[in-house]
């Protein structure tokens, strides 16, 4: 028997943990991007680690929890320090008055999904995207290149809610299509990440910075150095989130000129005019950051009557790592439930 799951999310990844894991089945995970778990991402460079999609996993969902801490533990670390809050005026105040811990790992919150995918015979194929979805005595797919991929008896999909959509309209088995018309539906924010590298230590009281009244610029501003095993001693690596308006509208403009403008925001912000001139920069355009609404549930599923499963945080109705790892353990065992009846 053979499960296909398009996209090494972290939706993706807790789903085939649980199938492999607990089904006869092979599965074959096709991952249009060279690195697992999708929009928790992060890069390496010069010893050096930083995350530039998820912060963090928040450590409030139970199931999740005791997943990392006691079967994914392995290079496990807790972000340190407290989220102050902003105002559009950048008036800075203490506390966020939330005491929930936050997990990463020290080489990069990337190791959630490894850690699932290597607890499985999964096979995982990277840089694999899939364009086409079909059903033809059971379910097809065809790859970037125009490789067929099947027939899969069941299909996992994980890609946000506008990716989903483009690939199950027009299948033909129509409560599948149905669900990638309720997937077009799904609401998205785009955020426009900067980070901001220095050769000095910045000294300030908090681990990161909100904005409250969503009126400024800049959404969160963010503190790698907080994070056990990222950043060497000595330096700093700030990660700077716009706020989705100003995301969307400078989506196309010159990186540099985007990097340039939140480097000068965060400068203030902080209040350290030496963090307007960072010695090293990259940056990161999420068009589809976070979904603002769930899926229809019905839609859900219908399809799944028919074989395919969508997992993920948009299905989960809540933008979060650890929504999208529950719903994805949730869905395997729909999955594998749906194998042995
Ligand atoms: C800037 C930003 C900050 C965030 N901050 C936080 C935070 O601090 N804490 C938190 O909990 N959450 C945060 N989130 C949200 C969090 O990242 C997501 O909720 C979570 O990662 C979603 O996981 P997922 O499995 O649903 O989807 P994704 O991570 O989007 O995974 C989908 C996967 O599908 C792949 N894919 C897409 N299309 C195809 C295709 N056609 N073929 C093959 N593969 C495909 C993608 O490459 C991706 O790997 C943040 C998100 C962003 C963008």
Redesign the pocket.
Known sequence: MEIGV???????AAATYVVDNTTEAEVTV????RG?????AARRRDGRVYE???????GDDERVNELVTEEFNEGLAEVEGDIWTFDAEGNVSEGRGDDERRWTYEDGITRLAKHLFGATDATVRRE????DVSYDDGWWLTDAEGREHGSFEALVV???AP?TAE?LTGTGVEKVDRLGDSASDVPYRT?W?AVLGYGFEIDVPYYALINTDDRHEIGWVGREECKPGHVPDGESVLVV?ASPDWSAERYDAPPEENVAELAEKTARLIGDERLAEPDWTDHQG?RY??ADDGVAAGAVGDAADEGVYV????VAGE??????VRH?LETGERVAYGLTT
Request: positive net charge; proline residues 4%.
């Open positions: 398009i996209g090494a999310g972290g939706g993706g096709f991952e249009k991007s697992v778990c999708g929009r928790a530039y999609g998820a912060n963090y996993l928040k694999t995207r899939i364009e994980n890609p946000p990716q690939l955020v990440t989130q999420w950051a976070l997992t993920g945080d948009w933008a979060r790592l650890h929504a999208a994805g």
